[in-house]
């Protein structure tokens, strides 16, 4: 166990609607990343948050947001969901400080299906 | 274009059988290169973070290795357990901040 809890663990959403998805990083992580993991291929880089600001992000549309928490928990919203957003989603806490992944862990991941 | 690389896509080998799987990377401002196990249905396992050319690390039957232009994860000796998708990511400035991309996963077979 990673001590880095996801909710939910599975979800369907019909086309155009929002979704929020959770993440609890693990004690003491200052950072977290979140990821976009199609069947078969490597995570994609959606965004980082270090300390509530925003530290990079990925090609995704400006319809992917993310919040950060005084606690460190996170949050990822997709607006106007389409089909091809249907994925993995992960996130991964780490307290390697701005920009650094140093031994960053991963939760379990929140499987989103789009119909 | 930055970009990350893995090869091969898939390795089967038998338990006892030494190999490597290879992830070369072209990217600018490079901060760091990590490797992971990603087992079925789970979030991926951090194994190794490597910094800068010449650097290697080692843990139980895995040592990962570095240089400027690519990584190589040896599996020495392997056991059924050792099957796993292994992925690569590198970590690079960007504007605004940093970046993180991993390779598509080396899937690896070990057979008893």
């Known amino acids: 166990e990673t001590g880095v809890t996801q909710s939910p663990t599975h979800l369907i959403k019909t086309r155009g609607q929002q979704v929020t998805l959770r993440c609890s990083s693990q004690?003491?992580?200052?950072?977290v990343s979140w990821y976009q993991q199609a069947l078969g291929q490597g995570p994609q880089f959606i965004f980082q948050?270090?300390?509530?600001?925003?530290?990079g992000r990925g090609n995704f549309p400006p319809r992917f947001s993310g919040l950060q928490f005084p606690n460190y928990s996170s949050e990822l919203n997709v607006n106007a969901l389409e089909l091809d957003d249907s994925a993995l989603y992960l996130c991964?806490?780490?307290?390697?400080?701005?920009?650094?992944?140093?031994?960053?862990?991963f939760g379990q991941g929140t499987r989103l299906t789009v119909v | 274009e930055d970009q990350v690389t893995q090869s091969p896509e898939a390795l089967r080998l038998q338990e006892g059988e030494s190999s490597s799987l290879n992830c070369s990377y072209t990217?600018?401002?490079?901060?760091?290169l990590f490797w992971y196990r990603q087992d079925p249905g789970k979030g991926p396992e951090f194994l190794f973070t490597?910094?800068?050319a010449g650097e290697e690390k080692e843990k139980e039957r895995l040592k990962a290795t570095l240089t400027k232009k690519e990584s190589f994860l040896h599996i020495t000796a392997p056991k059924p357990e050792d099957s796993a998708t292994y992925l690569c990511?590198?970590?690079?400035?960007?504007?605004?901040?940093?970046?993180?991309?991993f390779g598509a996963g080396t899937r690896l077979f070990v057979k008893a």
């Open positions: 948050y270090y300390r509530e600001e925003e530290n």
């Open positions: 990217v600018s401002g490079l901060r760091g």
């Open positions: 004690s003491g992580h200052n950072t």
């Open positions: 990511a590198v970590q690079a400035r960007d504007t605004g901040g940093f970046k993180t991309i």
């Open positions: 490597l910094y800068s």
């Open positions: 991964a806490s780490s307290s390697g400080g701005r920009g650094h992944e140093d031994s960053a862990f």
